[in-house]
């Protein structure tokens, strides 16, 4: 199993960013993904899910509203749209998937919102 994220960076506050996670090694359209992050001192926490079918999404409610989560079943792709960013939004944001009684976690891409 393989996750890799892309798409973080330094962005001003109200700005938008697109984060991806490309996948490898298992069966992705049998799995629902998730989104977590993890800011500087804070423990991880669970931003949004997509399920297998790409159906039905949760969202922290810190996010409802600014921020989709969708699925490309073709690329073996998660995406997270983030709008209308906050500096509370700062953290490291990871790709998960939970298969069997395994977490398999990507290594992360930052994210950075200050002006």
């Known amino acids: 199993v393989r996750l890799v994220e892309s798409g973080g960076g330094l962005v001003q506050p109200g700005n938008s960013l697109r984060l991806s996670c490309a996948t490898s090694?298992?069966?992705?359209?049998?799995?629902?993904m998730n989104w977590f992050r993890q800011a500087p001192g804070k423990e991880r926490e669970l931003v949004a899910t997509i399920s297998s079918s790409g159906t039905n999404s949760y969202f922290r409610d810190s996010v409802k509203g600014r921020f989709t989560i969708s699925r490309d079943s073709a690329k073996s792709t998660v995406y997270l749209q983030m709008n209308s960013l906050k500096p509370e939004d700062t953290a490291v944001y990871y790709c998960?998937?939970?298969?069997?009684?395994?977490?398999?976690w990507g290594p992360g891409t930052q994210v950075t919102v200050s002006s």
């Open positions: 090694g298992f069966a992705f359209t049998n799995y629902g």
């Open positions: 998960n998937v939970h298969i069997g009684i395994r977490n398999h």
